[in-house]
């Protein structure tokens, strides 16, 4: 029987609430006997970068907002128990009865995906190099230029070195 394979399934949700139907798929993972069924739920997610009010802020941003991961085995009601989650629209591809599975080439590069993310350190990944021009946009030197050998910026026309954070520059 094919049915009794496990594979993922994506559940199109509505936008803004994917993070609501994980909470009510998990606690009734937890609760009642889907958890025989459904085995994991995920919302992939990639951190992003922001400067708000002189402070560095780490905000999570949904990957493919919209969109619910679950693995599970979809027999007897499982399916109809998904479908009728609050804030579900509807499984994404499949016929209007059952649905389709991911490709295990479509889930690796999904989960590899959110490996990247997770691995991420703490500063974004933006390389600057020697003799590329940037202008700082935070800061007491906001809306200033300078070039990278370890930024000089031109202040009353004197060159000033100054030490900044790759948030606080950006490529001109």
Partial sequence: M????KGWYVLRAISGKE???KEVLDAEIKNTDLGNYVFQVLIPTEKVYTVRNGKKVVKEKN?????VFVEAILVGEVVHHLRNTTNVIDF??????????????EVNRMLGAVDE????????AVV??????????????NGFSGIIEEVMV???????????????????
């Fill in 154 to 172: 031109k202040i009353f026309g004197r060159k000033t070195p100054l030490e900044l954070e790759n948030s606080q520059v950006e490529r001109e």
């Fill in 117 to 124: 993310m997770q691995e991420v350190g703490d500063e974004p």
């Fill in 2 to 5: 094919s049915e009794e394979k």
């Fill in 63 to 67: 990957l493919y907002s919209g969109y």
């Fill in 92 to 105: 994404l591809g499949g016929k209007s009865n059952q649905p389709e599975p991911l490709r295990p080439s």
């Fill in 19 to 21: 993070n609501k139907v």
């Fill in 128 to 141: 600057y190099h020697v003799g590329e021009t940037v202008k700082v946009n935070y800061g007491p030197f």
